[in-house]
Structure formats: structure tokens, C-alpha cells
């Protein structure tokens, strides 16, 4: 299928569609941009494990070297606290996406508005509506789903990829961060 | 509005008249209807409100609960400027904003559901006039229901008490909705806010819409009368005697399935033919008899068709599969319809001899007829349906296990199957196993199939894969044996008066609505779930539509379903099912008779007022978590108009907008204390008025947390807080971050934890706050005695 396909065949949303993110050093060189990354974490992942790694582990290192802050949208916050990992904050996916397009609004620390939401693990046409509530109305903000489906909504989104070839990139990413 | 009504009525009033034959005085002429008005009451301030008598209401509301919109298309294409690139802060030709445009669909979309309702209102009406005469009275509850109309009461300002008097109500339901509907022409309003005032505005409409369906059909058809203990009903394909001539009715005007069972009746014959239904129309027949049975919501369709169960198909309007005609035809089952709105190309036989049809449904072969007669309609259903059954032998497009296998193989695994899924389903993986044997993946994803058929039509192999699924999963189709309460109409008043002083001080947490579609993220047994959930903890569980049925397909470990387990009536752990979709009304009817019957609130035509009183008092939350038609819209809207927070599945988000608070906005959470006048933080409750959850587990925290109100006494906001925190507790995990916004003073705090959220109360500043006397309308504010 072609690489910016929306996932979910109908849901095409119009003229303005997502970049790709066809290796590794483009998320890289987006996080290292961005002065105020963060991210989203739905409870789609922990369905994932992929031979031996499952994706919580690789988020949580992720978010840990990439110093982002981690909003937990659903009762995957569990799973984050069994791994002594505690998240900045937890808000309902619609709630988080709301004040996304406040600019006013400083984050959860009260310092300034976020300018990178990284979005993983909602589900599909969930994530995709509220991208494109952010798309149309958070025109300060910018984009990216870490999902191994495409986006069009987002500003950056990897292409439909097998489990295999978005475990390569998401590990990609993580080592390009450094240590 | 006014003089819409004269025009109906003419009545004519003349103060003095100089004529040549004499002088007259103070001469009233009436022609036409005569209101007999015998309601005591004095009218309140918004009797037949038009499009903007309620705007300020509506834009109070608006400015704690901003839309947030969430775009399903970045483009308008609704006139032939169009397409018009909404991206990046354009402007359409028309001048419109993106806003503009989501809350413009908005209303379109509850337009279209007050007009379903409505237009389904008016057509019961006028055929139970016409049978029953204009003067048969309204009786929804032989004891206990003197507020029979609380939705009518409030908005129209009127108490109906014929089948006669719901005429003008719906005439103004009509009005208003070409009203609302000539406002989304290409420019008319221009500002969102005013769309949402108007979206508001439909909601409303559609209760009353609603309410004149059921109370018509409650009061001339004999269903049952806000009875607690209505008779319970059967569920489920399992419970189908299929040795039997079967007869399958879908859709939601009751009134062909009750010439089906006239006819049974007059004929004695009632034990000898099964007949099942499914979406609303089931619930309405078996509130007319109880015999008749629930297969189940929405999304049973394709798979009770394709059983080859169903020797007859009779549908009437909404929510039937367009192509009911093409898979009744694949099982060689007649279908009848009987709708005006609905006529599938057939052609109309409503004039012709009962015999001739039957005759050409058996010896002819004919698909499909229109019949416009419910009684004709139900007799020649139930006629066809003995003399064919015996050929047909219920045979249907059901695969056998061994065909499933050779079909799978055929599989290709371009995975279009699971891209058309709307809930992204692993089809394309589980027949992939099947193919190898396995079919137990396939048979899993039966439970949160929805039955829409996509991955059908997105097959490049043409392979039946609604077909496969429930090939897999064929013993949990034909077990599938439930019950379901009957439908009981209105909550009675002596009800109320029991359980308003609990619900309104907070020792009842809440009144928990389950209403609306079956788009479920992850199948029936949610529902089910959450009610029983609710239900234990001592909630108001209420039940509608499709989400009555999903409440019921679903047995405890003692293998009780939530009807059998907990009792009908309107009280602390009930699980009341009202009825169908128009039954909806008598949800928010309560709500409406807590202000006016337990508080005393004034009801006629005073909206606003009772409004702010629910809004700020009676904690009462609707989910819909597979809502899915302009009808979900159109019923969520007319809650938010009354303060009635609406939470919807993760798929609701494709309704283009939210309505969320901001709790971190403390300005925005100030009443006015009735008492003192002065302006009082109460802390965001509700914070959000409709919000999208993405799981269950994060549905009901947010349920809990929606449940309290300003109005709170310290002992009933403990017991709101130890919901919501246990909630949280069990399926998020920890104490709830921001527990701190709702605790006002230390008797809020619930005993059994209370050292946890002291410690939660100290880390977070906080400050002790007033319990006040809650409104948002300035008018309300006591005046100080001189």
C-alpha cells in the first residue's frame, strides 16, 4: 500500500496531510528542535510486544533520554507505575488535545506552551480526530505520532509499517537521542 | 408562535363593535380546536420558545464549556463554491470559518434527529387518532404519574391531555425545526456559538418530539405505565423457537408490529408464530405484548438475516440496514415495508386485496411489497410467514465450518478487511489461522464485531467475512438466551418524591443513563459492565435503545442478567429500562419532575430555571457508548440544554466536537449564591459537558467524577468522592490528581480515606470554599426582605 495511505481507508481528511517520518533522524532532528515536546500515551500500547520488546519499555526510555514529559491518557498508567516510572500527568485523551489548542495555556508545570505533542498508542480514528482538532485550531503547535500506522493528520507520522520495521525505527530514534 | 397556534384554532376577540344592526361588546369567536386549559399554574417567561428565547441560557453554558472541534474533513462541500479549503485559518467563499463549519454540521446533524423523532411522532400520532379519536386521554401511569408531560410542561408552557392536545406540539416541534435546519443554508449564521445555541435548541425540540411519540403509543396502545416491574421479555437468538414460522420486525415505529400481533391475536395464533425484533421496534412490541422477542441492537442485522432464521421481514424507518431488501432476498425471505420514509424501490401494494399479496409473496416469488396499512402490513406478514416457513426451512447463507476453511484459504492478506473495520479489527490475521485451522481468532472477534458489514465490501476475494466471523462463532450466536425488562415508560412522581431529597443532596451519587446505538469500541458486554458496576454501587441506573438490550446480553457469575438482578423502579441500585429511543424523554423527564415535583420549582414554560436547578443539583449523567446516528446527537443535545452532562465512546469523537471545561480555570467555575447574591468558586462540576472516553475503565472515573454538582451536601459529596476515587483507584491507579477541586471542606473528605486525601488536600494548597445555594441566573438571587 502506499506509504501515506490513511490506515483506516476512508478517513482522508483533505489537502493538508502529514510528512513522513521515513527514517529515524527526522524524529530525532524534530524532538531536538522543539523546546517544548510532549507526549501523549494512549492505552493502545501495551498491546504491543514484539520479540522481547514491548513498547511501553522502549516509550519510557524514550521519554527518559529525550527529557519529555509523559501524559497518560487511560488507565495504561498502571503499567507505567509498576515500572517505577510516573508520569507528568494524566488527562483524557480529549482533554489534553483540548488544551492543546489554548495557547495560553503554559503546561503542566506553568512554564509555557508545548510546541511538539508526540501522540503513540490511541486508538486509530480517535487519534486521528483529535489530530486534526490540533491540525485545525493549535496552529503554534506541531505534530508527531510515534504509531506504525499513518496519520494524515498529524504534521509527522510514519508510514504503514510492519511490527517489525517500526521497532527498528522506534529503536532508531531512541539511539539517536544519545545517552 | 402565537399566531401559528390562532391560525389552527381562529379564534377571534372583539372588544366593542358598532354595527347597523346593533352594538356589541366583548365578543369571543372560536372556530376549530378549543384548549381547554384547566392547568392552574401561571405560564413562566419562555412558553414555545423560538430560536434564540433561550440564547443567553445556552451561552452561559457555552462559556464554561467551549467546543472543542475535531474535524472529520478539512474541506466544506455543502454548495457549488466548493470545495472549500478550511486548512490553515481560510475562509470558504461563503465568508464561514472552520468552527462556523463543525458547529454548523453539528446542527445539521441534530436536525436531522429531531426530525426523525418528530416526523416519527407525528406519523404514530395521526394513525392512533385516526384509530383511537383526537379525545382519547393520555394516561401514562394509572397511579402515581400526575405530570405526565414534564418535557411538554416545561418547554411548551402546556398540559396536554388528549391525543388532541399533542397536535400543536408537534406543530411547533415542526416549525422549529425548519427553522433550525433553513439556518445551516449557505450564509446564514456566521458564528459558532450561535450554531451551538441552535444545536442546543434542536436537542430541545427533539425531547419534546420524543415524549409526544411515547406518551402517544403508552397511553392508545396499553404498554406499560411507569410500572417498576414490567413484565421481562426475552433476548437473544438462543431464545427463538425456530421450529416455529418466525417473523422479524426492524426499525422504530412500533405500529406494523402491532398489526402483527392484532392479527395473532384475532386469530388465536399468537403461540403458534415467533415474532422477533430487532433496534427499537423490538423493545415497542414487546412493551405490546411480551411474548414478542429482542434479538438484539443495531448491529444483529446482517448476522440474524443471514441465519436464515427470520422467515418474514417487516421493517418500518431507522436505523434498518439499507440493503435489508439484498439479504433478505439471498435467504429467500419476503420483505415488507411499511414506511413512507422507507420504500427500498418496492412496489406499492398498500391498495391491493390481502390475498393477491400473499398469494404473489408465495406462488409469485416476489421479493419485497410496500404495504402503507400497519393491519395489512401484519396480516399479510403473519400469513406469508406460516405458509412459507415450512419451504423455506430456515435456510440462510450460514457457512459450514469445513467451507470456512476452504474459504479462508482464499484469503490474500491485502489486510482492506481490517482498514475498513471500523474498530480496526485483526480480520485479516484471525483467517489467516483459520485457514491453518485455528478458528478461534475469528471467534473472538465476534464479540466486538458491530456488524456493519465494511469488510465485506472492501474484499478483493469477495469473501463473506461477516460470515466467516459468525461461522466461527456459531455457538455463541445460537446460545445467545437472555431477558430484558420491558420497557416501563415514565419514572412515576411518588418516585420522585422518594429519591429527589437523596439525589439532590448527594446520598444517591447519581442517575446513570445508558442510552443510545451500538458502536461500541469493544462490543455489548461494556455496557453490560457498567451498568451492573453502577448499579452495585448504589447509582440510578436507567437503560435505553440498543444500550437496554447490550445491558442485558450479559449474566453475572450467578448467571443473572442486570434486570433480573436488580429491580425496575426508579430507585438507588435500579436498572430501569425506560424503552426505546423516544423513551429517552422520560429520562431527562425526571430530571424535570426533581426540580418541579420534589423542589417545587415553577414548570410551565420556565426552562431556564429548571435547567439551572438540574445543572447545579440533580447529578445526573447520560452515556452513550456506541452512539452513532443524528438521533444520539439530537438526544445528547437536548441533555446539555437542561445541564445534563453526555459521555460517549472513543468513536463519538466523529460527532466533530466536545464540550469540556477547564478545571485549571478557576474563573470559570463561580455561581451566584442564591442566598447572599454573591459569587461563589464551586470547584468544575460537572467540568465537562460532552466528553469522548477512550476506554471503559476511563468512562466510568469520568461518570463518577461528572455525577457531582454545587449543590452538594457535605455527606452526599463524600459519598460522590468515594466513587470516584475508588474508581480511579481500581482502574488508573492512585489517588485522582486532582481530588483537591472538589473537596470544599473537611466533611466533604469520606471517612475511609480520609488520611490519604488530607495528605492530597496539603501537598495541593488548599483552601476551604462555601457550599452555596447554586444558580448562573442573576434573576434568582433571593431578594432581601425590607
Not at chain 2, 563 to 575: D, H, K, L, T, W
Not at chain 2, 579 to 602: E, L, M, Q, Y
Not at chain 2, 732 to 752: K, M, Y
Not at chain 2, 761 to 771: A, G, V
Request: hydrophobic share 40%; with cysteine.
Amino acid at each position: 500500500m502506499p506509504l501515506n495511505e490513511s490506515w483506516q481507508t476512508a478517513e482522508i481528511p483533505g489537502p493538508k496531510k502529514a510528512s513522513l517520518i521515513i527514517k529515524p533522524d527526522i524524529a530525532d532532528a524534530m524532538i531536538r528542535r522543539a523546546k517544548r515536546p510532549i507526549m501523549i500515551v494512549g492505552h493502545g500500547i501495551v498491546e504491543y510486544d514484539v520479540e522481547g520488546l514491548k513498547l511501553i519499555d522502549c516509550l519510557i526510555e524514550f521519554a527518559t533520554k529525550a527529557h519529555i514529559p509523559v501524559v497518560v491518557t487511560a488507565s495504561t498508567n498502571r503499567e507505567f507505575l509498576n515500572r517505577g516510572f510516573t508520569p507528568a500527568a494524566l488527562m483524557p485523551a480529549v482533554d489534553i488535545g483540548n488544551r492543546l489548542t489554548d495557547p495560553g495555556w503554559k503546561g503542566f508545570d506553568g512554564k509555557d506552551a508545548y510546541d511538539l505533542a508526540i501522540f503513540v498508542g490511541l486508538p486509530y480514528y480517535m487519534e486521528w480526530t483529535i489530530l486534526s482538532g490540533l491540525k485545525h485550531f493549535a496552529p503554534n503547535l506541531k505534530t508527531m505520532t510515534l504509531d506504525c500506522v499513518y496519520q494524515p493528520n498529524a504534521s509527522w507520522s510514519f508510514p504503514n509499517s510492519t511490527i517489525k520495521d517500526w521497532v527498528v525505527n522506534l529503536k532508531g530514534i531512541v539511539d539517536g537521542l544519545g545517552d | 408562535m402565537v399566531n401559528a397556534l390562532k391560525r389552527k384554532g381562529v379564534n377571534l376577540s372583539i372588544k366593542e363593535l358598532d354595527s347597523d344592526i346593533a352594538h356589541f361588546r366583548n365578543i369571543s369567536i372560536s372556530i376549530g380546536s378549543v384548549h381547554h386549559d384547566t392547568w392552574q399554574e401561571p405560564t413562566g417567561p419562555t412558553p414555545f420558545p423560538t430560536l434564540s428565547t433561550l440564547r443567553s441560557w445556552d451561552h452561559a453554558l457555552l462559556a464554561r464549556y467551549k467546543p472543542f472541534y475535531l474535524p472529520f474533513c478539512d474541506l466544506c462541500c455543502l454548495c457549488t463554491y466548493g470545495k472549500c479549503d478550511l486548512t490553515g485559518q481560510k475562509r470558504g467563499a461563503c465568508g464561514i470559518t472552520m468552527a462556523a463549519q463543525q458547529s454548523r454540521i453539528v446542527l445539521l446533524a441534530a436536525c436531522i434527529g429531531a426530525a426523525t423523532h418528530t416526523s416519527h411522532a407525528r406519523e404514530l400520532l395521526t394513525g392512533l387518532i385516526d384509530r383511537f379519536g383526537s379525545d382519547l386521554p393520555i394516561n401514562v401511569g394509572d397511579v402515581g404519574v400526575e405530570v405526565e408531560a414534564p418535557v411538554t410542561r416545561l418547554v411548551c408552557g402546556i398540559r396536554p391531555q388528549t391525543l388532541g392536545d399533542l397536535e400543536p406540539v408537534l406543530d411547533y416541534c415542526e416549525s422549529q425545526i425548519t427553522q433550525l435546519l433553513a439556518v445551516t443554508h449557505t450564509g446564514q449564521e456566521g458564528n459558532n456559538i450561535d450554531f451551538e445555541s441552535k444545536v442546543f435548541h434542536a436537542g430541545m425540540i427533539d425531547h419534546v418530539g420524543m415524549e409526544v411519540a411515547d406518551i402517544a403509543q403508552i397511553s392508545a396502545l396499553g404498554f406499560p405505565k411507569a410500572e417498576p416491574e414490567s413484565p421481562l421479555a426475552d433476548l437473544g437468538l438462543g431464545t427463538v423457537d425456530v421450529k416455529k414460522p418466525v417473523i422479524l420486525v426492524i426499525g422504530h415505529n412500533v405500529t406494523p408490529s402491532a398489526g402483527i400481533i392484532d392479527y395473532l391475536r384475532a386469530e388465536g395464533i399468537q403461540s403458534e408464530v415467533e415474532v422477533t425484533g430487532i433496534c427499537c421496534t423490538a423493545l415497542d412490541v414487546t412493551r405490546y405484548s411480551s411474548r414478542a422477542k429482542v434479538i438484539g441492537p443495531i448491529s444483529w442485522q446482517l448476522r440474524y438475516i443471514r441465519s436464515g432464521v427470520p422467515d418474514v421481514i417487516v421493517i418500518d424507518e431507522q436505523c434498518v440496514r439499507t440493503d435489508t431488501l439484498l439479504e433478505a432476498a439471498k435467504v429467500k425471505s419476503p420483505l415488507i415495508a411499511t414506511s413512507e420514509k422507507n420504500c427500498l424501490g418496492l412496489p406499492d401494494r398498500t391498495h391491493d386485496n390481502v390475498g393477491d399479496i400473499v398469494k404473489d409473496f408465495i406462488d409469485g416469488g416476489i421479493p419485497g411489497a410496500l404495504i402503507l396499512d400497519p393491519e395489512k402490513a401484519g396480516e399479510v406478514a403473519v400469513r406469508v410467514a406460516r405458509s412459507i416457513a415450512p419451504r423455506r426451512k430456515k435456510q440462510g447463507t450460514d457457512i459450514s465450518k469445513e467451507e470456512l476453511g476452504r474459504l479462508a484459504k482464499k484469503c490474500t492478506q491485502c489486510m482492506l478487511c481490517r482498514r475498513a473495520c471500523p474498530n480496526d479489527l485483526p480480520i485479516a490475521q484471525a483467517i489467516r489461522a483459520a485457514a491453518g485451522g485455528n478458528l478461534s481468532l475469528l471467534d473472538e472477534l465476534y464479540d466486538d464485531c458491530v456488524g456493519c458489514g465494511r469488510c465485506e465490501s472492501a474484499c478483493t476475494q469477495k469473501l463473506p467475512v461477516h460470515s466467516l466471523i459468525t461461522a466461527a462463532a456459531d455457538q455463541k450466536t445460537h446460545s445467545e438466551s437472555y431477558c430484558i425488562r420491558t420497557g416501563r415508560g415514565p419514572i412515576q412522581d411518588t418516585e420522585i418524591r422518594k429519591v429527589g431529597g437523596p439525589i439532590v443532596l448527594g446520598e444517591i451519587p447519581g442517575i446513570v443513563a445508558f442510552v443510545g446505538c451500538a458502536n461500541y469500541p469493544k462490543g455489548s458486554r461494556e455496557v453490560a459492565e457498567m451498568c451492573r458496576e453502577f448499579a452495585k454501587r448504589r447509582y440510578i441506573v436507567c437503560t435505553s435503545g440498543c444500550s437496554a438490550m447490550s445491558a442485558g446480553m450479559h449474566r453475572d457469575e450467578d448467571g443473572r442478567t442486570v434486570y433480573e438482578q436488580f429491580s425496575g423502579a426508579f430507585e438507588a441500585g435500579g436498572v430501569v429500562n425506560v424503552g426505546s429511543c423516544v423513551s429517552n424523554a422520560h429520562i431527562a423527564g425526571a430530571a424535570i419532575k426533581i426540580a418541579s415535583i420534589f423542589a417545587k420549582r415553577p414548570l410551565r414554560g420556565n426552562y431556564e430555571e429548571i435547567a439551572d436547578y438540574v445543572y447545579n443539583r440533580v447529578g445526573a449523567v447520560g452515556v452513550a457508548w456506541g452512539a452513532m446516528s443524528q438521533k444520539a446527537a439530537a438526544i445528547a443535545a437536548g441533555f446539555w440544554r437542561l445541564g445534563i452532562p453526555v459521555v460517549v465512546g472513543p468513536h463519538g469523537t466523529k460527532y466533530r466536537r466536545m464540550l469540556l471545561g477547564r478545571s485549571d480555570k478557576t474563573e470559570d467555575w463561580y455561581v451566584y449564591d442564591a442566598r447572599s447574591g454573591g459569587k461563589v468558586f464551586t470547584g468544575p462540576v460537572p467540568e465537562h459537558l460532552f466528553f469522548a472516553a477512550e476506554t471503559k475503565e476511563d468512562a466510568m472515573v469520568m461518570v463518577a467524577k461528572l455525577t457531582m454538582r454545587p449543590n452538594d451536601t457535605s455527606k452526599g459529596r463524600a459519598n460522590k468522592l468515594a466513587n470516584y476515587i475508588d474508581l480511579h483507584k481500581r482502574f488508573v491507579g492512585g489517588i485522582p490528581p486532582d481530588v483537591h477541586l472538589f473537596v470544599r471542606n473537611p466533611a466533604d473528605i469520606p471517612l475511609t480515606m480520609k488520611d490519604e486525601v488530607t495528605l492530597h488536600l496539603k501537598d495541593h494548597d488548599w483552601k476551604e470554599q462555601p457550599i452555596p445555594d447554586p444558580t448562573l441566573l442573576p434573576r434568582l438571587i433571593h431578594k432581601k426582605r425590607v
